[in-house]
């Protein structure tokens, strides 16, 4: 491995994902003082719903794609021309999907969860140069779409603010960068990379689909995770309760800007070391990653826990101080979330995405039946425990799948080595 390479990779991917969060802070703190309560709590709840639905169009196509050009990088133009054509149909689906449910359940939020899904639309439309992108190892693409359509999207927020525009105009800024994004993203692709076409090959689809099954199993479970109290929240207590969970969990977010660079750059390292079958470095690799990421997120922690009564203050202003707790509580599980997500990346590198399906199903039901019974009773704080608890069963639970696998794979290489041998004396 060119560790030169990985180690200027993920300074360049870690800085730019902490430059994300800062930008994306910034805004909340505009629009948390701009829009009343109800209103942020709507524009989350629909973010929420969309991103549930958009499952439909990914299907885990995007981890396959990363897995596959990693291994086998002479043909990505052809898998991302196949996957873009895959992915056409499937975006129409979601965007009927969606909206037919709004009409029927929620009427209330149809207009802004119809703009909402256009956004979010854009967003996965990206996902896929986003995983070309990250596979052929040019992650500088990936940080010079990002960076820019983040400074575009400031000076759309701030003019909106300027003109005294409604929550429609902010869901429309959100539409035009991410549409700039994709634009972006393309042109990136055409010059430095290769042209893609449309091509429609049923039987590539099938393999596609068959294929990147267990990650979108994977995928929609850990949405519902991550995702499923604001869910429950927006059903079960008012709007701004939902306002009220959000700001906490918002700032959880933030956390992630060490662990997502890691998840970029490592996903197609572990890959392409399961493709050569590389079982004792993937190992030690992992082994020192969850030391050193048990060890960042606990210290992350204390530094939360001690400043959360000044930091939600200042981000999302006085309304929000009921949100204090709730991010002390979520912060706990930051060294379980590091770990975890460490664990999910290595799992789907090695091939194990089955079995962590189960895990994730097992901690999904979990999440939803504690919620169902802490929600209606303590609100917000009631699902802040409920992410806390499950977290830290998934990442327990997943890292010891990952070393039972690792330690199998390893000691069987020597038998195979000694087969081989055989094999040729004889």
């Known amino acids: 491995m060119d560790w030169k390479k990985i180690k200027k990779d993920f300074l360049l991917a870690s800085s730019s994902h902490f430059f994300y969060k800062v930008v994306g802070y910034f805004i909340l703190t505009i629009l948390t003082r701009y829009l009343a309560k109800d209103e942020m709590g709507e524009f989350f709840f629909a973010a929420s719903l969309a991103g549930f639905f958009v499952m439909i169009s990914e299907l885990g196509i995007n981890s396959y794609l990363t897995r596959e050009i990693a291994r086998e990088p002479e043909k990505a133009l052809d898998l991302m021309s196949e996957v ?3 992915r056409v149909p499937l975006y129409a689906v979601y965007f009927i999907l969606l909206n037919v449910f709004t009409y029927l359940v929620k009427y209330d939020l149809f207009q802004i969860v119809f703009l909402t899904s256009i956004y979010i639309f854009f967003d996965q439309l990206y996902q896929c140069f986003g995983s070309l992108f990250l596979a ?16 575009l999207l400031v000076g759309f927020i701030l003019i909106v603010v300027a003109t005294k525009g409604t929550l429609t105009s902010v869901v429309t800024c959100y539409i035009l960068a991410n549409f700039f994004l994709v634009l972006l993203a393309f042109v990136l692709m055409w010059k430095k990379i290769g042209k893609i076409g449309l091509v429609w090959n049923p039987d590539s689809a099938k393999t596609i689909l068959k294929v990147s099954f267990p990650f979108f199993v994977l995928g929609i479970l850990s949405l519902i995770h991550f995702k499923i109290d604001a869910i429950m929240i927006g059903f079960f207590k008012p709007y701004s309760e939902v306002a009220t969970y959000e700001a906490g969990y918002k700032l959880l977010e933030a ?10 750059i490592f996903y197609p390292i572990f890959s392409e070391m399961a493709g050569q079958k590389q079982w004792k470095e993937i190992q030690q690799l992992f082994k020192k990653m969850l030391f050193r990421l048990g060890a960042i997120g606990s210290l992350i922690t ?23 707790l709730v991010l002390r509580i979520l912060y706990f599980s930051v060294p379980f979330l590091y770990i975890g997500m460490a664990g999910a990346l290595v799992a789907k590198s090695i091939l194990l995405e089955k079995k962590t399906i189960k895990i994730m199903l097992a901690c999904v039901i979990a999440n939803i039946l504690f919620n169902s019974l802490a929600i209606p009773l303590w609100g917000a704080m009631g699902a ?16 010891k799948l990952n070393i039972t696998e690792l330690r199998f794979q390893y000691s069987r290489e020597p038998i195979s080595l000694v087969r081989k041998g055989l094999d040729y004396v004889r």
């Open 384 to 399: 802040a425990w409920t992410t806390l608890a499950t977290q830290a069963l998934l990442a327990v639970w997943i890292v």
């Open 302 to 324: 204390i530094l939360v826990g001690l400043t959360a009564g000044v930091i939600i203050p200042v981000v999302f202003g006085p309304k929000y101080d009921d949100s204090i």
């Open 136 to 151: 052929l190892k040019r992650v500088s693409y990936n940080v010079f779409t990002g960076v820019s359509t983040r400074i």
């Open 84 to 86: 873009v054509s895959l």
């Open 255 to 264: 956390s992630r800007f060490i662990i997502w660079p890691i998840g970029m």
